[in-house]
Nanobody
Framework: QVQLVESGGGLVQPGGSLRLSCAAS????????MGWYRQGPGKQRELVAS???????NYTDTVKGRFTISKDNAKNTVYLQMNSLKPEDTAVYYC??????????WGQGTQVTVSS
């Protein structure tokens, strides 16, 4: 089992920045990839960004150039630096971990609200 603890959400004005963190813990687990998904009001959950064990990074088109994903392998922690935030970025952001056997684990979600 893998437990994920997220932090860093909140309310920010348009153009502002936030940094999300997600720490993974558990016994005897391996990570294939870590990433962030989001689900906005009335929308389906979508991939925001992911990073694999080989540092292959993927971003959804709407955040390219504004968001940066990174990880600290020693801490089993993934970060999402979000800059130039827009109201359409408002969503619940979920941390995701995939194991080499492609099991998915999810965090509890953290609310990000972009509003003036």
């Amino acid at each position: 089992q893998v437990q994920l603890v997220e932090s860093g959400g909140g309310l920010v004005q348009p153009g502002g920045s936030l940094r999300l963190s997600c720490a993974a813990s558990g016994s005897r687990f391996s990570i294939y990839s870590m990433g962030w998904y989001r689900q906005g009001p009335g929308k389906q959950r979508e991939l925001v960004a992911s990073i694999t064990v080989d540092d292959i990074i993927n971003y959804t088109d709407t955040v390219k150039g504004r968001f940066t994903i990174s990880k600290d392998n020693a801490k089993n922690t993934v970060y999402l630096q979000m800059n130039s935030l827009k109201p359409e970025d408002t969503a619940v952001y979920y941390c995701n971990v995939k194991t080499p056997s492609r099991l998915n684990y999810w965090g509890q979600g953290t609310q990000v609200t972009v509003s003036s």
